[in-house]
């Protein structure tokens, strides 16, 4: 799960917290340069780094490139752990995995990998560029409960005690914890709250999804056009603020090559072609990515362009870090709902925040709920494979 914050800052002068934001851009682009990468260097500091590549997910990257620099420094050394770190979390996940794959089949239900494991295996092939924290699964819907059923017979722990929160908006996945301490992100669909006029088939997906051998293990994935569209929705919807989200765009494009019509038709169809548009154009823009220039044009109307350019200006993406509050992460979360659900959403949160009780209320881990409430969202599950639903929209 992406962390966010009202409040989060980056401490240190905003000078140093700009080149340190620039030293991170240039270790993840395309042309790396010695002589530039020491001279942004010089101008921050080790802290600002570390806190930069942390929020950004790309310490493994940085380090791959900066410890040509001086493998001495303190903060290489940090910048080490991170990606030994990366190493030893996907090596674990997959160990999981390897474990969990007979227990899903046994269901009898179609399931996917999708995020972190897939993007580690396919995109990079190193394991240290590229950290994440969970295992994420796509399931189909008619199949939710009987997987999660399995999951907990064969010693998985459900974490999630609020089914009053999960019924009210038929979120889109459940949390639990693995038998070897994995946490696991089980989707019945890749998005997973306030989806309004968005629409992703999980079956549709599931159809088209490619066997695919991940460090040992022969599991589904989502094909190319899947699986870039569902990159750039998944940055779009979690502020689209990171560089990590970038990379993984810029490396798909290369990687994988998709049909950009197809991605186009997809995202459209899908009601998300605005945050698709936003973010492959700043994967372009910033990374060099190989994406063609008309493909985010035609994604972004000439409106949601505009308000992308004002927003900007006010609220650059790279100062973001997470603040809910800011405008950069605000537009890039609602912009495939239009300008005015953007507003609104906005404001329902700010009002929501002046509550007490708002955090722990909307919270999958506090308690809320019986029976009835559990087994109506599984239900609702259910029932939202058949079509759009108008529940928790």
Request: hydrophobic letters at 45%; one cysteine or more; aromatic letters at 6%.
């Amino acid at each position: 799960m992406t962390s966010w914050s009202w409040t989060r800052r980056i401490e240190g002068p905003r000078t140093q917290r700009n080149a340190a934001a620039q030293l991170l851009v240039h270790c993840v682009g395309p042309a790396f340069d010695p002589a530039t990468a020491s001279r942004l260097a010089t101008r921050t500091s080790p802290d600002i780094i570390l806190a930069l590549a942390d929020y950004h997910g790309v310490a493994g990257l940085a380090y791959e490139r900066l410890r040509e620099l001086d493998a001495a420094a303190p903060f290489i050394a940090d910048l080490h752990v991170r990606y030994t770190r990366a190493v030893q979390g996907h090596m674990r996940i997959m160990w999981e995995l390897a474990h969990l794959q007979p227990v899903l089949d046994a269901t009898g239900a179609r399931w996917a990998v999708i995020k972190g494991p897939v993007a580690v295996e396919v995109l990079y092939g190193s394991p240290g560029q590229r950290a994440y924290q969970d295992l994420d699964l796509l399931v189909e819907p008619r199949a939710f409960r009987d997987v999660l059923a399995a999951l907990q017979d064969s010693g998985s722990e459900l974490l999630d005690r609020n089914w009053t929160l999960l019924r009210r908006d038929l979120l889109g996945e459940v949390h639990l914890r693995l038998p070897g301490g994995t946490p696991l992100d089980l989707h019945w669909n890749l998005i997973n709250m306030n989806r309004g006029r968005m629409w992703i088939d999980t079956s549709e997906l599931l159809e088209r999804s490619t066997i695919t051998n991940l460090g040992g293990v022969t599991v589904g994935t989502l094909e190319p056009v899947d699986f870039v569209t569902h990159l750039a929705v998944h940055a779009a919807l979690s502020g689209g603020d990171r560089l990590m989200w970038l990379k993984d765009l810029e490396r798909a494009a290369v990687v994988l090559d998709p049909s950009w019509e197809s991605v186009v038709e997809r995202a459209r169809r899908w009601g998300v072609a605005a945050g698709v548009g936003l973010m492959l154009a700043r994967a372009r823009d910033v990374l060099g990515a190989p994406i063609p220039k008309e493909v985010p044009a035609r994604l972004l109307t000439a409106r949601s362009a505009r308000l992308v350019r004002l927003t900007e200006r006010a609220s650059p993406w790279d100062q973001s870090v997470g603040r809910l509050t800011a405008a950069s992460h605000i537009v890039s979360r609602a912009i495939s709902h239009g300008p005015l659900r953007a507003v609104v959403w906005f404001v329902r949160r700010a009002l929501s925040r002046l509550d007490p009780r708002e955090p722990a209320a909307s919270s999958v881990f506090t308690p809320s709920g019986d029976v009835r409430d559990r087994e109506a969202y599984f239900d609702a599950v259910v029932s939202s494979g058949r079509g759009r639903q108008s529940v928790g929209q």
